[in-house]
């Protein structure tokens, strides 16, 4: 198993740029979910899936934009760059009966100028 | 924001020593989890201890839990280089949502 893949690793956007950060996962898992990392804030909760065709909000969506067509994948699409969405952007994905117990990717690294 | 918050921010300690690190979270829980991250990595988790439970081990973790205080400890025996990393706290409440604190940074010396 691949486990919770993201793509790209690096991304340099220029303000007003859209977007997509890919997330898959091969482990049949029903959640996925993408954070936001930025430095002294611990991780942010952006959207979240319990389920291919069901999205939700978490803590801070505004300027994403996600959808879940299939169990395995979870696309993050950032609209409209803003120099505040640089950051750090990890997908994580659990069983739904697992206690939210987590697999995270590896992370994409964003910069909006 | 809901975010816990985790004390202390940074920790430095010698091989050898134990290492406590403390979690504090503002609403009901389901769990509580544990997650260490390697600088530059995502997030492995740890140690996932459930609201009606009070202490859990997992080889050299040990975590603490009260919910009467909303806070949670995670102890880490006999430390080592390995162990250094960033640890992270996440409560699951009632909602499809983890909530992360802050972290502390822990850095284990030879």
């Known amino acids: 198993n691949a486990g919770v893949t993201q793509t790209p690793k690096f991304q340099v956007l220029k303000t007003g740029q859209s977007m997509t950060l890919q997330c898959a996962q091969d482990?049949?898992?029903?959640?996925m979910s993408w954070y936001r990392q930025d430095p002294g804030m611990g991780l942010r909760l952006i959207h979240y899936?319990?389920?291919?065709?069901?999205?939700d909000q978490g803590e801070v969506p505004n300027g994403y934009n996600v959808s879940r067509s299939t169990t395995e994948d979870f696309p993050l699409r950032l609209l409209s760059a803003a120099p505040s969405q640089t950051s750090v952007y990890f997908c994580?994905?659990?069983?739904?009966?697992?206690?939210?117990?987590?697999?995270f990717g590896p992370g994409t690294r964003l910069l909006v100028l | 924001s809901q975010q816990g918050e985790e004390d202390p921010q940074a920790l430095s300690i010698q091989e050898g020593e134990n290492a406590t690190m403390n979690c504090s979270y503002k609403?009901?829980?389901?769990?509580l989890q544990w997650y260490r991250q390697n600088s530059g990595r995502g997030l492995v988790h740890l140690i996932l201890?459930?609201?009606?439970?009070r202490e859990k081990h997992s080889g050299r973790l040990r975590v603490t839990l009260d919910t009467s205080k909303k806070s949670s400890s995670l102890l880490i025996t006999a430390s080592r280089a390995a162990d250094t990393a960033s640890y992270f706290c996440?409560?699951?409440?009632?909602?499809?949502?983890?909530?992360f604190g802050t972290g502390t940074r822990l850095q284990v010396t030879l």
């Open positions: 994580a994905s659990s069983y739904l009966g697992s206690d939210l117990a987590q697999y």
């Open positions: 482990m049949n898992h029903e959640y």
């Open positions: 899936s319990v389920g291919a065709g069901i999205t």
């Open positions: 609403t009901s829980i389901n769990n």
């Open positions: 201890i459930r609201s009606n439970e």
């Open positions: 996440a409560s699951a409440g009632t909602a499809s949502k983890l909530t």
